[in-house]
């Protein structure tokens, strides 16, 4: 199993920006991939982005596409989500997920792992 915990969370400004950390621990290398997911009150858990561990291989959900971006340092076994122009629609509660089989990696259900969650509020 892998053990994961988000950092990174707050109340920014819209336009402003917000990078988010998960820190991973365990067997990590069982993970094939990680990603990030978000859920809004009274909306479903929406993909948001993944990376490979090996850093090569990243996707993007389309409200997000051309803002944010994902990476990952593997000496410390970690991944980050750099969130820019940030927006009042972007508020919500942000997932980190491990998935350590080769599935599909825009589906909530193929993640075996997740963290407890931080909130990012964006205020106009």
């Known amino acids: 199993q892998v053990q994961l915990v988000e950092s990174g969370g707050g109340l920014v400004q819209a336009g402003g920006s917000l990078r988010l950390s998960c820190a991973a621990s365990g067997h990590t290398y069982s993970a094939y991939a990680m990603g990030w997911f978000r859920q809004a009150p009274g909306k479903e858990r929406e993909f948001v982005s993944s990376?490979?561990?090996?850093?090569?291989?990243?996707l993007y959900g389309d409200s997000v596409k051309g803002r944010w971006s994902i990476s990952r340092d593997n000496g410390k076994n970690t991944v980050y989500l750099q969130m820019n122009a940030l927006k009042p629609e972007d508020t919500a509660v942000y997932y980190c997920?491990?998935?350590?089989?080769?599935?599909?990696?825009?589906?909530?259900?193929?993640?075996?792992?997740w963290g407890q969650g931080t909130q990012v509020t964006v205020s106009s």
């Open positions: 997920a491990a998935k350590g089989v080769l599935t599909g990696n825009t589906l909530p259900s193929n993640y075996d792992n």
């Open positions: 990376i490979s561990w090996s850093g090569r291989h990243t």
